[in-house]
């Protein structure tokens, strides 16, 4: 893709999270969404998402996710070469997917703690139970770093957090979870201005070589403080155009109609 | 919290023919019983079109397989006892098997205050025969089961009696476990709690079979409050998956005085509940409760009636049940505010989870004001498990499985937010983490 030889590719197809040729649609109506999507997302890589409302970002992360709204009806999904199209989302999840959601769900009557327990007692093998002591220090350690209050984990899982209260809460899961590739779908929009300073530490504080990110926004602001390596445009359930981090501040300025008419043209 | 059962059970008669169970009551309770047993033998089987049976399925009703309960073996009685595990910190606890006391253990010096009465109930009628007959079974069976509340005065002889005479603060919980063993065995077990002026007191009765044999419950559990008095009283089901049980409450509420009642319905073949509250003084608070996690085929058939009768008082209901397999809930309530009960509060709400295509809950709630100014408000929403609650679930991890646990346990747990003793409502938790797993 980046005129990468067929050995370097080869390596990376273990190393990354691979959209290949990626056609979805609606269950419930059969319209087509994405429209032969290809992207490589790398350890250690950060690659930004940026396109117009409706262009597909979240249907993208939510088909990769495997959500029961949506039918592939081309291409493939792949994690470190391994297809996941087919798979449980919860399957997905303990491969080492994560998902930070756009409108977080809220679950009535489940703790916060509870929920983020349950999610690491499902990664441990039949029998073993997680360590209480050890979960809670972890846990308390998280959030001192998002600097979340504690109250947080006894309250349900997002039900009446504000909205920059819910996009902190997906990044304390994400950081609880220890994905090797996280897809964070506007996690920016609802924060405010020292939020996202400190949500932004959280998610650089996991930047890693073994881990690959994926970052939908709608704004330039979020990618000075998560620096990508390399943005991307969808336009219409497909990547139009790629480049580095100026292309964001090109579209800030210009918006999106210049690319759909180059791409047009 | 089943056993196998050791013990050899006689075929006996049926209990629909074979009169009362005089037991060692003295003359004049045995013509309670007697009356009561023409009254059983007159009133017809429910029906499907009564009122009070709608959505029941009133032809599987037949109880003429059930016979007489024995007393159960030594050995089973020890084990039994040892069973009888609750709360970590009680006032007492009483045990009974077949309607047979087994043990009765006091802890600490509570029950033992000055003019406190805590007594198996064949005891209590036998040794203060006036102030029972005061409070046994004195309000009539108003929500369908006059036949079966009959048969029950006609049968009893297990059960406890408590009376928290004026000011006294009885301040752990009392416990009662009642275990029915032996093939097609019947039950009639009694709770009789009466708290004078300012009386406080909490009760849990416990029940439960020694095995998985076929059996016939037909309890009642009734509230008496005077003025101010204060009163929890929990409920524990956990019969097996083949027994048929009827729970009938009255509550009666006085001035100032409050009662919260809650069911934690968690075993069963088919339950019925009917709870009634009659609020008589100005200021009286009832709180009903309900808990239910159906699975199986398991029916959970529950009735209620709050009556206003007086001014300025409260009831608030609020069942919540979680159906799973081919289970089926059945709610009918009434809020009746009679005329001259003004500022009466009284609300209702029901709230289903249903988890399976195939289960079924019916709600009927329904509201009967004569009086002015009141606020009463009634209603009754199912809902099935949200499937983007789910999706978010798997997309941590979490199997739908586990996913399904967790809502249901958040869903009815929220009622034991209604208790104000935290380790009781810890309690009930743990009692429902057994079930749902
Ligand atoms: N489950 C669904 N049912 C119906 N329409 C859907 C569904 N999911 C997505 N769509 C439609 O697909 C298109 C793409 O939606 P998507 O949420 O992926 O856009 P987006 O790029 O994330 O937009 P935004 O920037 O506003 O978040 C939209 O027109 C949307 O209405
Ligand atoms: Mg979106």
Redesign the interface.
């Known amino acids: 893709m980046f005129g990468q030889s067929r050995e370097v590719q080869q390596t990376l197809k273990f190393m990354s999270l691979e959209i290949r040729n990626l056609h979805a649609r609606i269950a419930s109506n059969g319209t087509e969404i994405l429209k032969g999507l290809d992207l490589i997302v790398e350890k250690g890589k950060v690659h930004a998402i940026m396109g117009p409302n409706g262009s597909g970002k979240s249907t993208l992360s939510k088909v990769i996710g495997g959500h029961p709204d949506y039918e592939i009806t081309e291409g493939e999904i792949l994690l470190d070469g391994t297809s996941v199209i087919g798979m449980e989302p919860d399957v997905r999840s303990r491969a080492g997917l994560f998902l930070a959601m756009q409108y977080p769900m809220e679950i009535p009557g489940v703790s916060n703690a509870n929920f983020i327990r349950a999610a690491l007692q499902a990664r441990l093998p039949e029998g073993e139970e997680l360590e209480a002591t050890d979960y809670y220090a972890n846990l308390y350690s998280k959030m001192d770093g998002l600097e979340m209050d504690r109250k947080f984990t006894a309250r349900s899982v997002n039900e009446g957090f504000s909205g920059g209260e819910k996009k902190r809460n997906e990044i304390l899961q994400m950081l609880m979870l220890a994905p090797k590739y996280c897809i964070l779908d506007e996690t920016d929009s609802g924060l405010d201005i020292d939020a996202l300073r400190i949500v932004a530490g959280g998610v650089n504080s996991y930047r890693s070589p073994k881990v690959g990110m994926l970052v939908i926004t709608h704004y330039q602001r979020l990618l000075d403080y998560i620096v990508p390596d390399i943005v991307h445009v969808l336009v219409n359930g497909r990547i139009v155009r790629h480049g580095g981090k100026e292309l964001a501040l090109e579209l800030e300025e210009r918006g999106y109609d210049f690319i759909r008419e180059e791409t047009a043209a | 919290m089943t056993v196998l059962d050791t013990t050899e059970h006689p075929a006996n008669e049926s209990v629909n023919t074979t009169g009362p169970d005089f037991a060692n009551h003295p003359e004049s309770f045995r013509a309670t019983q007697q009356a009561a047993w023409e009254k059983f033998t007159s009133l017809p089987m429910p029906k499907r079109t009564d009122e009070a049976w709608r959505f029941a399925d009133t032809r599987t009703l037949d109880i003429s397989r059930f016979g007489r309960a024995e007393a159960v073996s030594d050995a089973t009685q020890a084990m039994l006892v040892k069973l009888s595990i609750g709360l970590e910190h009680t006032s007492g606890q009483m045990t009974f098997a077949n309607d047979r006391l087994l043990s009765r253990h006091f802890h600490g010096d509570s029950l033992n205050a000055k003019g406190v009465l805590w007594l198996p109930l064949e005891q209590a009628i036998a040794e203060h025969p006036e102030l029972v007959a005061k409070y046994f079974m004195r309000e009539e069976a108003r929500i369908g089961s006059g036949k079966f509340a009959a048969l029950h005065a006609s049968q009893v002889r297990g059960g406890m009696f408590l009376y928290v005479p004026r000011g006294v603060e009885i301040a752990l919980p009392v416990e009662t476990y009642h275990w029915l063993s032996g093939e097609n065995a019947s039950l009639f077990p009694h709770t009789l709690i009466v708290a004078e002026e300012n009386a406080k007191v909490t009760v849990l009765d416990y029940f439960a079979n020694a095995s998985e044999c076929p059996g016939f419950v037909c309890g009642v559990n009734d509230i008496s409050t005077a003025a101010g008095a204060k009163v929890t009283y929990v409920a524990v089901q956990e019969w097996n998956r083949n027994t048929l049980a009827f729970h009938m409450n009255n509550t009666t509420v006085a001035r100032d005085a409050s009662v919260l009642t809650l069911r934690l319905n968690l075993g069963g073949a088919r339950v019925r509940d009917e709870a009634v509250s009659r609020l008589r003084g100005p200021g009286g608070r009832s709180d009903m409760l309900s808990v239910n996690a159906a699975e199986g085929a398991q029916i959970f058939d529950q009735r209620t009636l709050q009556i206003h009768e007086a001014p300025n008082a409260t009831s608030d209901l609020l069942y919540k049940n979680a159906l799973n397999d081919t289970s089926r809930t059945i709610f009918t309530g009434l809020i009746r505010v009679d005329k001259g009960a003004h500022k009466t509060d009284a609300y209702q709400k029901v709230r289903n989870l249903v988890l399976s295509d195939e289960a079924e809950a019916n709600s009927a709630p329904g509201l009967e004001i004569e009086a002015d100014d009141v606020r009463c408000t009634h209603g009754a929403t199912s809902g099935a498990l949200?499937?983007?609650?789910v999706?978010?679930?798997?997309?941590?991890?979490?199997?739908?499985r586990?996913a399904q646990q967790?809502?249901t346990?958040?869903?009815l747990?929220?009622v034991f937010e209604r208790i104000p003793d935290a380790a009781l409502a810890a309690h009930l938790c743990d009692l429902l983490h057994g079930k749902l797993g």
Not at chain 2, 386 to 389: G, L, N, S, T, V
Not at chain 2, 391 to 400: A, K, L, N, T
């Open positions: 949200d499937e983007e609650q999706f978010y679930f798997q997309s941590r991890g979490i199997p739908r586990v967790l809502v346990f958040g869903f747990s929220e």
